[in-house]
């Protein structure tokens, strides 16, 4: 039983797209949730943290949607920096490790 | 601030041999300790966590231990090593829901 889903993707958008990606998860008691970002070869960074009603940092937007069991993560503006892979993750309580889905790979375009 | 050093950042074993890494957390303490592993193309797989010295949970059986020696080090050990332990290892800590991730070691067993 898969506990984080994600589409893997590749996204192919063009720089100054919006794209946007949704997280799957199955554990409706979980508490909390995350996007890292993953750099090829590299290892996973936090990105944003998902409370409650979601959050916003810049052109980075990611909402929690609990009827429906998903989280996504907007983003605005794309730049060719924002190339990388993205995995969502999800928490039951402070001391359980988190969960990670497998990414979605975004490549930004010139 | 707190920082993760994690060592070596790429190792080459042969089948059989044994391993250790070696993670320590810098700037906290008591923090969750955790060892996931990322083989190509797949997800973040958690290996171990610790919430204390000592005291360790291992979410897959198979041939890796892992140890708390100390408050801030976290070992992962395989007496021999298996082709299929390939992968790149990451140790990562936390003291809320969120994890920090080190640098990665990158193994591979030929």
């Known amino acids: 039983r898969k506990e984080v889903e994600q589409d893997p993707g590749p996204f192919n958008v063009p720089e100054g797209a919006t794209v946007a990606f949704n997280c799957t998860y199955s554990?409706?008691?979980?508490?909390?949730f995350f996007w890292y970002r993953q750099d090829c070869r590299k290892e996973p960074k936090l990105l944003m943290s998902?409370?409650?009603s979601g959050n916003e940092d810049g052109r980075f937007t990611a909402q929690l949607n609990r009827a429906s069991q998903y989280i996504s993560l907007l983003i605005r503006d794309s730049k060719l920096s924002d190339s990388a892979t993205y995995l969502c993750a999800e928490g039951k309580s402070g001391n359980t490790p988190l969960v990670f889905g497998k990414g979605t790979r975004l490549s930004v375009i010139a | 601030s707190q920082t993760i050093h994690q060592w070596p950042a790429t190792l080459v074993q042969p089948v059989g041999s044994p391993l250790s890494l070696e993670c320590t957390v810098e700037?906290?303490?008591?923090?969750?300790l955790y060892w996931y592993r990322q083989a190509a193309g797949r997800g973040l797989q958690l290996l171990f966590y610790s919430v204390g010295i000592g005291q360790i949970s291992s979410e897959v059986p198979q041939n890796l231990s892992a140890s708390r020696p100390q408050d801030r080090q976290f070992i992962l050990s395989s007496k021999k090593l298996l082709l299929s332990d390939s992968g790149f290892y990451l140790c990562?800590?936390?003291?809320?829901?969120?994890?920090?991730f080190g640098q990665g070691t990158r193994l591979t067993v030929v």
């Open positions: 700037g906290t303490s008591n923090p969750n």
């Open positions: 990562a800590w936390g003291q809320g829901p969120e994890a920090f």
């Open positions: 998902v409370y409650s």
């Open positions: 554990n409706s008691a979980s508490q909390s």
